[in-house]
């Protein structure tokens, strides 16, 4: 059996190699002249959508104390497993969350905890520079995660769904 | 015995040996300065204008981007330098200076500015101006093969080799053509002396130039220096893609820093021949001021600036197209060189000649209008029939060009055989 050999029968004015190569050269000059499309990193930077999903913060009350009530809800929701929560309640039995700690390293940013919380305490933040220098560093602890001070993420409204 | 070597070693006697020595040390140093410096500010130029190209910035942090090639050297000479086991150090060592010798001294002849009539005598403004210049420069040029062979071959890396091996069947294929496209010029120049070159080409203005008498010529020099100088589309023996850097796979620190200089210095050498051959030279063209006596410091200076603006015109142009074309498969390569530019220059040299000898027979003298005017119509007629006849995918066939048919045949004649009783049967 012989081999299949495909022709692409192209009209004779397409081919051509010192005619395609002049035009390919009076392309690159063109872009020459053309502005750089590069974005200078950390001296300039993109803004980020309202819904970009990143760092987290955990807000707090007028008095500076976490919101989180230590419902639980989101160590449950969480896909990956990554926030760590031990509740504690006070004398007057007000829950409070002893420990809370979010490993960023595990985190996938889906923003489901932000969502299913019911006091809108945890929040993934507009923020992505967060590189440490040692793993430990990026279990975020309750300290830490109110000590944020970047944006929030706004969630997706149905009523906006735009967001305009 | 002497007497001749010496008269063929230099044109003119000079007035005095001690102006000559110092001149000579003098210019020496002068250029291997700016060579030194302006190879170093090419690789920035190079990265600058391929990120122009490709709508980006280009280094631009070090000192602005202008320190960059400081910062390379300096981490260059830092590196460690590696030396592979089984490489053989000898010529390991050797390759690198092998490449980078015949590119800097290639330019001991190249005229690059009118002769200056010092106080202490006329100075001319090449080092050597070696009346067989052209040779010299055909013989230099083909030793600067053997630091890329003997870099191949002493890593004793497969890659290194095949790197080794594309580049010396390359450069001894287009060292044909580069030399045959140069026979049209030195028949209208009547000498191999670069001056005479150069001063065959003033006169009419761009009119006189080689190009415009000899454009085909031009052409194939322009694709045989590009292969000459391992540049893009013809960069076989380093192709990244198949031999990772090919003959330069094992060098480290500085050694592989020289293979850098090397191809940059090669690529100046180039430029400057073509602008040489090609493109006038120094001279300026539409005047007569700069050919005459008083030859002043200030025509030496004029015509020196022209010359380093031609050439560098000409390396931008190297590196334009580096940053235009994809590189060749290696044998459309070899079909280019053997196929087409051999046989079209001997075509190209018959009817220069004929037509030179013609126009001097009509009683039209050289460099005059009329035999210039007939010459650079000759040429358009070729290069017109080059461009809209013979460029139908026949001169390089690319990828998506039309198979011959000859060669369609035996594709679709070819039996795969895949087992060892059908190759069994084959065989028999």
Do not use: M, N, Q, Y
């Given at each position: 059996m012989a081999i299949g050999v495909k022709v692409l029968?192209?009209?004779?004015?397409?081919?051509?190699y010192l005619r395609a190569t002049l035009k390919g050269m009076s392309l690159t000059l063109k872009h020459m002249f053309q502005e750089p499309v590069t974005v200078q990193y950390p001296e300039e930077k993109w803004s980020l959508s309202p819904r970009w999903r990143g760092t987290h913060r955990m807000l707090t009350t007028e008095d500076g104390k976490?919101?989180?009530?230590?419902?639980?809800l989101c160590p449950t929701v969480c896909p990956a497993n990554c926030i760590k929560l031990v509740p504690g309640e006070d004398e007057k039995g007000n829950r409070y969350p002893l420990v809370f700690e979010i490993d960023e390293f595990r985190c996938i940013f889906c923003g489901y905890c932000q969502e299913v919380c019911p006091e809108e305490a945890i929040h993934v933040g507009r923020h992505y520079e967060n590189s440490e220098y040692s793993r430990e560093g990026f279990v975020y602890d309750l300290e830490r995660l109110t000590a944020q001070t970047h944006p929030v993420c706004e969630m997706w409204d149905p009523a906006d769904p735009k967001g305009e | 015995m002497t007497l001749p070597i010496v008269a063929l070693l230099q044109a003119s006697p000079p007035q005095s040996i001690v102006v000559f020595l110092v001149a000579t040390v003098a210019k020496m140093l002068i250029i291997f300065t700016i060579y030194m410096v302006g190879v170093a500010l090419l690789t920035l130029a190079e990265r600058k204008i391929s990120a122009w190209m490709q709508d980006r910035h280009g280094p631009n942090r070090v000192g602005k981007g202008w320190l960059q090639p400081a910062a390379d050297g300096v981490k260059n000479i830092m590196k460690e330098e590696t030396y592979p086991d089984d490489a053989y150090t000898p010529l390991f060592v050797l390759a690198p200076a092998m490449a980078f010798i015949p590119a800097m001294i290639t330019w001991a002849v190249i005229p690059w500015g009118a002769p200056w009539d010092s106080p202490w005598g006329r100075i001319e403004m090449s080092i050597a101006s070696l009346p067989i210049g052209f040779l010299y420069i055909l013989a230099i040029g083909s030793i600067g093969v053997y630091g890329i062979v003997l870099a191949g071959w002493s890593s004793n890396n497969k890659y290194s080799l095949l790197g080794g091996l594309r580049s010396s069947a390359q450069m001894v294929s287009y060292e044909i053509a580069l030399g045959m496209a140069t026979i049209p010029v030195l028949l209208l120049a009547g000498n191999v002396s670069l001056n005479q070159v150069v001063e065959g080409q003033a006169g009419l203005g761009p009119l006189s130039w080689n190009v415009a008498t000899c454009t085909l010529a031009w052409l194939v020099f322009l694709i045989a220096a590009f292969a000459e100088t391992n540049r893009?589309?013809?960069?076989l023996p380093e192709a990244e893609s198949e031999l990772i850097a090919g003959y330069h796979s094992e060098y480290s620190a500085m050694k592989f820093s020289l293979f850098f200089i090397a191809e940059y210095a090669n690529m100046v050498t180039a430029s400057a021949l073509m602008s040489t051959l090609f493109f006038g030279g120094w001279d300026i063209p539409f005047t007569s001021w700069d050919n005459?006596?008083?030859?002043s410091a200030l025509k030496t200076l004029a015509t020196t600036a022209l010359f380093f603006g031609k050439t560098l015109f000409w390396v931008f142009f190297y590196m334009w197209i580096r940053w235009t074309v994809p590189r060749f498969r290696y044998d459309q390569l070899m079909a280019l060189g053997w196929k087409l530019l051999l046989p079209a220059m001997l075509g190209y040299i018959v009817v220069m000649a004929t037509a030179i000898l013609l126009l001097q027979r009509a009683g039209f003298a050289p460099s005059s209008l009329p035999f210039s005017g007939a010459l650079l119509g000759l040429n358009v007629v070729i290069v017109l029939a080059l461009l809209f006849v013979l460029d139908r995918g026949r001169i390089v066939s690319p990828a998506y060009s039309r198979l011959d048919r000859r060669n369609l045949d035996k594709l679709r004649a070819v039996t795969p055989i895949r087992r060892g009783t059908e190759a069994a049967e084959a065989g028999r």
């Open positions: 029968e192209r009209p004779i004015a397409e081919t051509s976490a919101k989180c009530v230590a419902c639980g | 893009l589309p013809f960069d005459v006596a008083p030859h």
